[in-house]
């Protein structure tokens, strides 16, 4: 009595090491992966990351919405909005490790753990993607047009014109080398330069508004960006995770090699193909940047001022049938 015997011991013994396999198997699939794959950044990485990733073109109509608002509002909006957005940073990071012994490293990890995990997954991957991809796309139809917008000024009379396809391609040829940086670690000095430009011609912008007097300065000229690589990585990571963890591709560098040609090529030749795709982002960010960023929440909330209200009064109506006075 309260004895195992060998058998049972034995059985124990296999069941603990077929656990210890599958979880050397998943930690090596994990060290594989881009976003789980190094823990040993350092925070200014992030910053760097953060800096790329947030400040875009959309800077550049800074000094048109301050000269429409004013000194005064246009600041108290500015500081306004920095300060929501260091609130999102820092709930962010809370959200990372909310649940004691897990770590949520992927965003759609998040919308499992709040909406289930084959709902959250259907609610958030789609617009997460439809966002990404997007903007790879829109890099790489506006990287070609800059380098055609610098062609144009270093030469403006001496050289035949060339068609913005061509600029596009060779904007996209860098990628196919970028590319295979295998996590967000090997591409922090990408981040780190792309963030000395983000922060150079928005200085260019104020400084220039503030000589010039004007709103939208050098408003005819199409600015380039090194982020995209930024926003590839998840993607990536969510063709390999599917690869590796759904079809049972074995990880190696030949996996890696073809599926993230096969995607740059694949949003280059949508650039090329639709140039004017920046002007599809708007409607595609209709659809998936607001509700990715913040809309789910403020779309929840006011469902949730409706709702409770009314399910609150259908409580008291149902109930008023054996309400009594001072029972």
């Known amino acids: 009595m309260g004895t195992e015997t060998p058998t049972t011991q034995k059985f124990h ?16 699939i994990d060290d594989w992966l881009p976003i789980t794959s190094s823990r ?28 429409n608002l004013g000194w005064g509002p246009g600041v108290v909006i500015l500081v306004l909005s920095w300060i929501i957005t260091l609130y999102t940073l820092w709930q962010m990071v809370e959200m990372h490790e909310m649940v004691p012994g897990k770590r949520f490293d992927r965003y759609h990890e998040l919308g499992q753990h709040a909406f289930g ?3 959250g997954l259907w609610i958030v991957v789609p617009q ?6 997007s903007v790879d796309i829109v890099y790489m139809v506006t990287g070609g047009k ?25 904007f996209g040829s860098v990628h196919f080398v970028l590319s295979h940086l295998p996590n967000f670690n090997a591409i922090s000095g990408i981040s780190l330069a792309a963030a000395i430009m983000s922060l150079s011609y928005s200085t260019i912008a104020w400084v220039a508004s503030v000589e010039k007097h004007v709103g939208n300065p ?3 000229v199409e600015y380039g960006y090194k982020a995209s690589t930024l926003y590839a990585m998840p993607v990536f990571d969510m063709i390999e995770t599917v690869m590796v963890k759904q079809l049972r591709f074995k990880p190696s560098w030949w996996l890696r090699f073809v599926e993230r ?4 090529a694949f949003t280059l030749f949508v650039a090329i193909t639709f140039p004017f795709f920046g002007s599809l982002l708007g409607f595609f ?18 469902l949730l001022m409706i709702l409770a209200p009314i399910g609150g009064l259908r409580s008291i109506i149902l109930n008023a049938k054996t309400y009594g006075f001072y029972q």
């Open 285 to 302: 960010g209709g659809f998936a940047f607001a509700p990715t960023t913040y809309f789910i929440c403020i779309i929840l909330g006011f």
């Open 40 to 67: 040993n950044a350092k925070w200014w990485y992030s910053a760097f990351h953060n800096v790329t990733a947030m400040v875009g073109a959309g800077v550049l109509s800074l000094p048109s919405a301050m000269a």
């Open 13 to 28: 013994s296999s069941e603990l090491e077929i656990d210890n396999k599958r979880t050397a198997e998943q930690k090596a």
């Open 261 to 264: 040609n096969v995607y740059v």
């Open 218 to 220: 050098h408003k005819e």
């Open 128 to 133: 997460q993607l439809i966002c990404e991809i």
């Open 146 to 170: 800059s380098l055609q917008k610098i062609h144009d000024l270093v030469c403006k009379n001496n050289c035949n014109n060339m068609k913005t396809t061509y600029f596009i391609i060779i």
């Open 117 to 119: 995990e084959k709902l």
